[in-house]
């Protein structure tokens, strides 16, 4: 399975257009497809930090 | 074993003990590229059961059930109405990725309302207790989710009703757009979580805990008015699929009341009509009788004679007297009768007045009356009066139409139905109340964390976290988090959008085929579907659009889950049918089920059947018993494939022509 085409897409795009670390996006997209796969362990916190490292506020 | 699950077919299922005869189903897959099953079944004979039966096997909803009648209520449903059962089983056989077998075995206890899952994986024989499906699938196998995948026509309303928001609810679950929600959850907890370890505190540790136990305060209020917003707004999609169903049934009986006033003008117009021809046979029945020589040939063949002594007499205006004086000295009357005595004294004494002018011109009608009369046949008489009977019988049958007309007007259902709205509109308005207005309720800085309005709630959450952050000194992590669940939210809107624009351009490409003669295309489906140019739509329409809609959303999960549908055809004209039928062939790429009524089969699934190459399973299944004598005696003129006495009370048929002939022959592919 994975997550609709769509929702990476835009995913991809706000990012982009929010002048946010493209890396953001990468993290966010694994995450969902990770979330579609049922996996469960999902390293939340390794991902959180990751992201809170790169956003720019 | 992979968790990757990219596809579930149901292979078959069988019934024991439910209100369904014991029977198994098997649904073939021949080179696992069989994906349309269609089941014939007889009316009020189990096609709900199993629908529900089949939803049960994937969530178990009938837990969700709090109100001990309502659970009773599900569970009786499903029991044997004739002879109930302490205790029933149902199994389910799917395949998933085309490869590996699952069994779930559904066992219910009719004594106490309960039901036990049990789940074999793979192969194997051992059997482990509960609905223990892969993880992946878990996620996907939301309530929603099998809603709209186990359809019936219900969310066809549904779908319109701008108050239920139905449409963007089910994009968001086919599409996992709740995933984007889930994460934005992980950055509260991991906030929440941080703030517990944090060493920088502003404030004392205990105005941190009594912080924290307003908050904890006010999100348990929120979580108990969101859950019961919930209920409200699933209890109010019931009363308002209640209240359609009752609509629709005010609606048919309005309609048939109306042929019922065509009825009952057409009824009055013949008693008219046959009052009209009664009284032109009863003019023609007198006219026979108001003349003698009609009906009588002895009174014909006297007042002839009459006449004819009258001409030979001559009988001249001027010579009467003497014709008279000369009559009386006749041995005969003017009407051949001996003149004897009595007659002639008679003739001398009236003579006198019978000479005058008035006289002849009395007896001069009478001659010319009589010349005209011709001789009738009695079959003509005949004609005359047989046709007043008939007359007077169709005036007999006009009366009977039109008291049978006024007993079919059914006024009572009319209340009863109106009643019961009226029950249903009482028990929504609280509803209605609470979902407008109640949680909308602006906040105050009076309010409480007891108050059920979800906006002053979710004010009063953000003022006391902002409080938090600031004790914890996490107010940058706040704003970080914030700006993530920000993005989240906005691609979880875009994302709903651009879903919703694609899937309109998806069913508006169908439209001029599926709605070739009454072409309306979907202008949005933000919340319900509205149409081009047009405020309505007919119910036939609707389900069409409601088919285009979900075949265009269900080819976008990745998970190819059955889609499985109760009465595909019904409430659509025979022309759409066919075109549905079309669209389901040619655009579904997930397993079809659907079970299906005899009405429905013509121009649905010979289509079906032609535009799949016959690569389609046909299955007729019955129940056996002293009503159906008629069926098995059909089903046994086709034993190819036939399970006539495999099973105690019902038959399962696997065979193409029986499908066919079932209740009434199709013209169209057989073999």
Same mark, same amino acid.
């Given at each position: 399975?994975?997550?609709?085409?769509?929702?990476?897409?835009?995913?991809?795009?706000?990012?982009?257009?929010?002048?946010?670390?493209?890396?953001?996006?990468?993290?966010?997209?694994?995450?969902?497809?990770?979330?579609?796969?049922?996996?469960?362990?999902?390293?939340?916190?390794?991902?959180?930090?990751? =992201?809170?490292?790169?956003?720019?506020? | 074993?992979?968790?990757?699950?990219?596809?579930?077919?149901?292979?078959?299922? !069988? %019934?024991?003990?439910?209100?369904?005869?014991?029977? /198994?189903?098997?649904?073939? /897959?021949?080179?696992?590229?069989?994906?349309?099953?269609?089941?014939?079944?007889?009316?009020?004979?189990?096609?709900?059961?199993?629908?529900?039966?089949?939803?049960?096997?994937?969530?178990?909803?009938?837990?969700?059930?709090?109100?001990?009648?309502?659970?009773?209520?599900?569970?009786?449903?499903?029991?044997?109405?004739?002879?109930?059962?302490?205790?029933?089983?149902?199994?389910?056989?799917?395949?998933?990725?085309?490869?590996?077998?699952?069994?779930?075995?559904?066992?219910?206890?009719?004594?106490?309302?309960? =039901?036990?899952?049990?789940?074999?994986?793979?192969?194997?024989?051992?059997?482990?207790?509960?609905?223990?499906?892969?993880?992946?699938?878990?996620?996907?196998?939301?309530?929603?989710?099998?809603?709209?995948?186990?359809?019936?026509?219900?969310?066809?309303?549904?779908?319109?009703?701008?108050?239920?928001?139905?449409?963007?609810?089910?994009?968001?679950?086919?599409?996992?757009?709740?995933?984007?929600?889930?994460?934005?959850?992980?950055?509260?907890?991991?906030?929440?979580?941080?703030?517990?370890?944090?060493?920088?505190?502003?404030?004392?540790?205990?105005? *941190?805990?009594?912080?924290?136990?307003?908050?904890?305060?006010?999100?348990?209020?929120?979580?108990?008015?969101?859950?019961?917003?919930?209920?409200?707004?699933?209890?109010?999609?019931? *009363?308002?699929?209640?209240?359609?169903?009752?609509?629709?049934?005010?609606?048919?009986?309005?309609?048939?009341?109306?042929?019922?006033?065509?009825?009952?003008?057409?009824?009055?117009?013949?008693?008219?009509?046959?009052?009209?021809?009664?009284?032109?046979?009863?003019?023609?029945?007198?006219?026979?009788?108001?003349?003698?020589?009609?009906?009588?040939?002895?009174?014909?063949?006297?007042?002839?004679?009459?006449?004819?002594?009258?001409?030979?007499?001559?009988?001249?205006?001027?010579?009467?007297?003497?014709?008279?004086?000369?009559?009386?000295?006749?041995?005969?009357?003017?009407?051949?009768?001996?003149?004897?005595?009595?007659?002639?004294?008679?003739?001398?004494?009236?003579?006198?007045?019978?000479?005058?002018?008035?006289?002849?011109?009395?007896?001069?009608?009478?001659? +010319?009356?009589?010349?005209?009369?011709?001789?009738?046949?009695?079959?003509?008489?005949?004609?005359?009066?047989?046709?007043?009977?008939?007359?007077?019988?169709?005036?007999?049958?006009?009366?009977?139409?039109?008291?049978?007309?006024?007993?079919?007007?059914?006024?009572?259902?009319?209340?009863?139905?109106?009643?019961?709205?009226?029950?249903?509109?009482?028990?929504?308005?609280?509803?209605?109340?609470?979902?407008?207005?109640?949680?909308?309720?602006?906040?105050?800085?009076?309010?409480?964390?007891?108050?059920?309005?979800?906006?002053?709630?979710?004010?009063?959450? !953000?003022?006391?976290?902002?409080?938090?952050?600031?004790?914890?000194?996490? +107010?940058?992590?706040?704003?970080?988090?914030?700006?993530?669940?920000?993005? *989240?939210?906005?691609?979880?809107?875009?994302?709903?959008?651009?879903?919703?624009?694609?899937?309109?351009?998806?069913?508006?490409?169908? +439209?001029?085929?599926?709605?070739?003669?009454?072409?309306?295309?979907?202008? !949005?489906?933000?919340?319900?579907?509205?149409?081009?140019?047009?405020?309505?739509?007919?119910?036939?329409?609707?389900?069409?659009?409601?088919?285009?809609?979900?075949?265009?959303?269900?080819?976008?999960?990745?998970?190819?889950?059955?889609?499985?549908?109760?009465?595909?055809?019904?409430?659509?004209?025979?022309?759409?049918?066919?075109?549905?039928?079309? !669209?389901?062939?040619?655009?579904?790429?997930?397993?079809?089920?659907?079970?299906?009524?005899?009405?429905?089969?013509?121009?649905?699934?010979?289509?079906?059947?032609?535009?799949?190459?016959?690569?389609?399973?046909?299955?007729?299944?019955?129940?056996?018993?002293?009503?159906?004598?008629?069926?098995?005696?059909?089903?046994?003129?086709?034993?190819?494939?036939?399970?006539?006495?495999?099973?105690?009370?019902?038959?399962?048929? %696997?065979?193409? /022509?029986?499908?066919?002939?079932?209740?009434?022959?199709?013209?169209?592919?057989?073999?």
């Amino acid at each position: 399975m994975s997550i609709d085409p769509k929702i990476i897409e835009i995913l991809k795009r706000k990012i982009l257009d929010e002048n946010q670390d493209m890396e953001i996006s990468q993290i966010l997209e694994n995450w969902l497809n990770e979330l579609d796969e049922g996996k469960k362990d999902l390293n939340q916190e390794d991902k959180i930090k990751a =992201i809170l490292d790169k956003i720019n506020v | 074993m992979s968790e990757n699950i990219n596809s579930v077919k149901i292979t078959g299922w !069988s %019934y024991r003990g439910l209100n369904v005869p014991d029977y /198994d189903i098997n649904l073939s /897959d021949p080179d696992s590229k069989r994906n349309f099953s269609l089941i014939l079944q007889l009316s009020g004979q189990g096609k709900t059961t199993t629908l529900n039966l089949l939803r049960y096997s994937f969530y178990n909803f009938l837990d969700e059930i709090e109100n001990k009648q309502t659970r009773k209520e599900a569970f009786d449903a499903l029991n044997n109405k004739e002879n109930p059962n302490e205790k029933g089983e149902f199994k389910l056989f799917i395949k998933l990725n085309n490869e590996i077998n699952y069994t779930i075995n559904l066992k219910f206890d009719f004594k106490d309302y309960k =039901i036990e899952y049990f789940t074999i994986a793979g192969d194997g024989v051992g059997s482990d207790p509960g609905l223990n499906l892969p993880e992946s699938l878990k996620d996907h196998i939301s309530a929603e989710f099998i809603k709209k995948s186990f359809f019936n026509l219900e969310l066809a309303d549904e779908l319109f009703d701008e108050q239920e928001k139905e449409t963007d609810k089910t994009i968001i679950n086919i599409c996992k757009l709740y995933f984007l929600e889930k994460i934005g959850n992980a950055f509260d907890l991991y906030k929440k979580d941080f703030e517990s370890k944090t060493g920088n505190l502003k404030v004392s540790n205990e105005e *941190l805990i009594s912080f924290k136990h307003a908050r904890d305060k006010i999100e348990n209020q929120l979580n108990y008015v969101t859950k019961k917003e919930n209920d409200f707004l699933e209890k109010r999609k019931m *009363l308002k699929n209640e209240l359609n169903s009752l609509n629709n049934e005010e609606k048919k009986i309005r309609q048939a009341n109306n042929q019922i006033n065509e009825k009952l003008t057409a009824a009055e117009e013949a008693i008219r009509d046959c009052e009209n021809d009664l009284s032109d046979s009863f003019n023609n029945c007198y006219n026979f009788l108001k003349n003698p020589m009609k009906f009588s040939n002895e009174y014909f063949s006297l007042l002839n004679n009459f006449e004819k002594n009258l001409t030979k007499m001559g009988i001249p205006k001027s010579v009467g007297e003497s014709f008279f004086s000369e009559l009386i000295e006749s041995e005969e009357c003017l009407c051949g009768n001996h003149m004897n005595e009595k007659m002639k004294e008679s003739i001398n004494q009236n003579k006198l007045k019978f000479l005058t002018d008035e006289t002849y011109n009395v007896l001069n009608p009478i001659k +010319v009356k009589i010349t005209q009369t011709t001789s009738v046949e009695k079959s003509e008489f005949d004609i005359v009066f047989k046709e007043l009977t008939k007359k007077m019988g169709d005036l007999n049958k006009a009366k009977t139409k039109l008291s049978n007309v006024t007993k079919s007007f059914d006024q009572d259902r009319i209340v009863e139905i109106r009643d019961k709205k009226s029950e249903i509109n009482q028990k929504i308005e609280p509803i209605n109340e609470f979902i407008d207005n109640i949680i909308n309720q602006k906040w105050q800085d009076t309010d409480t964390p007891n108050t059920e309005s979800k906006k002053s709630l979710e004010k009063q959450l !953000s003022n006391i976290t902002k409080q938090i952050e600031e004790a914890t000194d996490t +107010v940058k992590l706040g704003k970080q988090i914030d700006l993530i669940k920000k993005y *989240l939210s906005e691609i979880k809107k875009d994302s709903l959008d651009e879903i919703s624009n694609s899937i309109i351009e998806k069913i508006n490409i169908e +439209v001029p085929r599926v709605l070739k003669y009454e072409p309306i295309f979907v202008k !949005s489906i933000k919340n319900k579907i509205t149409f081009k140019d047009r405020t309505g739509a007919s119910q036939g329409q609707k389900v069409r659009i409601t088919y285009l809609f979900l075949i265009a959303l269900l080819n976008r999960s990745s998970l190819k889950f059955p889609f499985i549908v109760d009465s595909p055809a019904t409430a659509i004209d025979d022309l759409s049918k066919e075109e549905v039928a079309k !669209s389901l062939a040619n655009y579904i790429d997930s397993q079809y089920i659907a079970f299906l009524l005899t009405p429905e089969r013509d121009d649905f699934a010979d289509v079906l059947d032609e535009e799949l190459k016959k690569n389609i399973n046909l299955i007729v299944a019955f129940p056996k018993n002293k009503y159906t004598e008629n069926l098995i005696a059909q089903a046994k003129e086709f034993p190819d494939n036939t399970e006539i006495e495999k099973f105690t009370n019902g038959i399962v048929s %696997y065979n193409r /022509d029986f499908f066919y002939s079932f209740r009434g022959r199709s013209n169209k592919i057989r073999d």
